[in-house]
């Protein structure tokens, strides 16, 4: 039995929160709504839906290597302080070890803690949230120059560097064709 709900803005499994895979491929499908049509649509839809069984299936196993792991309500409090911190502060994001010192812990409990929480590394989290940030002013057709300084690079190579290694794009390219397919 799997039971699903909504934890403050978090979709969750079992008070887990879903993996960014899941909410990525799940956001993929709602932005290619608009995108497909016909049969094209119908051979996306399969595919991503192959895939997303494939990663709740991964997940779970994940969750189940996980589920032994407990915290105190303290380390919960901190974990839940380093994920803020890591989704707040984008454009000067702090280091690991600026994290720990804030929430009060050392840096290898901050790694672990937020690893088996919320299945991924701080790291991974706020890339996540600093590309989708990013990919929103792509598409607003704000300057990439200005793109890259809001989401904390000091240089617009390395922004595009990022973006492309995330995205599998350059913004350039992924602002082109997302706009030209509207």
Not at 31 to 47: I, P, S, V
């Amino acid at each position: 039995e799997i039971s699903a709900c909504l934890v403050g803005s978090e979709m969750c499994i079992r008070d887990r929160p879903l993996s960014p895979e899941i909410l990525d491929i799940t956001n993929a499908v709602f932005d290619a709504r608009q995108r497909f049509e016909g049969m094209l649509w119908l051979n996306y839809l399969h595919a991503k839906s192959e895939e997303l069984i494939c990663t709740i299936i991964e997940t779970f196993d994940h969750l189940s290597d996980t589920m032994s792991v407990s915290f105190t309500e303290r380390e919960i409090d901190q974990l839940r302080q380093a994920k803020v911190i890591a989704s707040t502060e984008i454009e000067n994001p702090p280091t690991i070890k600026q994290i720990a010192n804030q929430i009060g812990t050392n840096e290898t409990k901050l790694k672990q803690g937020f690893r088996a929480l919320y299945g991924e590394t701080v790291f991974e989290y706020r890339n996540r949230k600093r590309m989708g940030q990013a990919r929103e002013l792509v598409l607003s057709g704000e300057p990439l120059s200005t793109v890259a300084e809001k989401v904390g690079f000091k240089h617009q190579t390395s922004f595009t560097t990022a973006f492309k290694s995330y995205f599998g794009y350059s913004p350039k390219e992924y602002r082109k064709f997302l706009t030209s397919t509207d």
